[in-house]
T-cell receptor, first 114, second 113 residues
Framework: NAGVMQNPRHLVRRRGQEARLRCSPM?????VYWYRQLPEEGLKFMVY????????ESGMPKERFSAEFPKEGPSILRIQQVVRGDSAAYFC????????????FGQGTRLTVV | QQQVKQSPQSLIVQKGGISIINCAYE??????FPWYQQFPGKGPALLIA?????SEKKEGRFTISFNKSAKQFSLHIMDSQPGDSATYFC????????????FGKGTKLSVKP
């Protein structure tokens, strides 16, 4: 049973380009969470999605960032017109939902903006 | 406003010693308190978690102590080993939203042989 799969593991983008980060949840999981981790910092919640729905995007920056979790395929975190401050590790977690379920994290995508 | 405060930032322990990491929270609506272990270049891995209806939970060498009235919880690692050297994060979330975690800033543990 594969865990949460994220790709790419490392991504380098020039300022102004777009970054697309992918997350495939664990088998049987329909809830996906995205987090951002800056160097030497804890993880910060960004967005919570279920299939085809954004449930909570309270941690998402208002501009340039968007997320989706389509009926088929992985969840995508999209960052448009990247800036140096977007350089961070982005982690995805998944759970099966419900009040007593745990979230399992992927290995992360390390985004570097040059 | 930081909702979960973690200390210390870093910790050095001798092999065989006890590592203790503390966290304090502010929001009384939190009802799920996990600890995560993260190695360099890896994602966080759930270590142990507790709910406020118990004051202690033990799994192997890892113990969570929970003080609801003080709004504090701590992780104790008994017989610490060099392989335990990692960054540890406490976190908290509310009922029905366990994936929406508020993390502490982390403690970098180094266990010396």
């Amino acid at each position: 049973n594969a865990g949460v799969m994220q790709n790419p593991r490392h991504l380098v983008r020039r300022r102004g380009q777009e970054a697309r980060l992918r997350c495939s949840p664990m088998k049987g999981h329909s809830h996906v969470y995205w987090y951002r981790q800056l160097p030497e910092e804890g993880l910060k919640f960004m967005v919570y999605l279920q299939k085809e729905n954004i449930i909570d995007e309270s941690g998402m920056p208002k501009e340039r960032f968007s997320a989706e979790f389509p009926k088929e395929g992985p969840s995508i975190l999209r960052i448009q017109q990247v800036v140096r401050g977007d350089s961070a590790a982005y982690f995805c977690a998944s759970s099966s939902g419900g009040s007593d379920t745990e979230a399992f994290f992927g290995q992360g995508t390390r985004l570097t903006v040059v | 406003q930081q909702q979960v405060k973690q200390s210390p930032q870093s910790l050095i322990v001798q092999k065989g010693g006890i590592s203790i990491i503390n966290c304090a929270y502010e929001n009384t609506a939190f009802d799920y308190f996990p600890w995560y272990q993260q190695f360099p270049g890896k994602g966080p891995a759930l270590l142990i978690a507790i709910r406020p209806d118990v004051s202690e939970k033990k799994e192997g060498r890892f113990t969570i102590s929970f003080n609801k009235s003080a709004k504090q919880f701590s992780l104790h690692i008994m017989d610490s080993q060099p392989g335990d050297s990692a960054t540890y994060f406490c976190a908290a979330s509310m009922r029905g939203s366990q994936g929406n975690l508020i993390f502490g800033k982390g403690t970098k543990l180094s266990v010396k042989p």
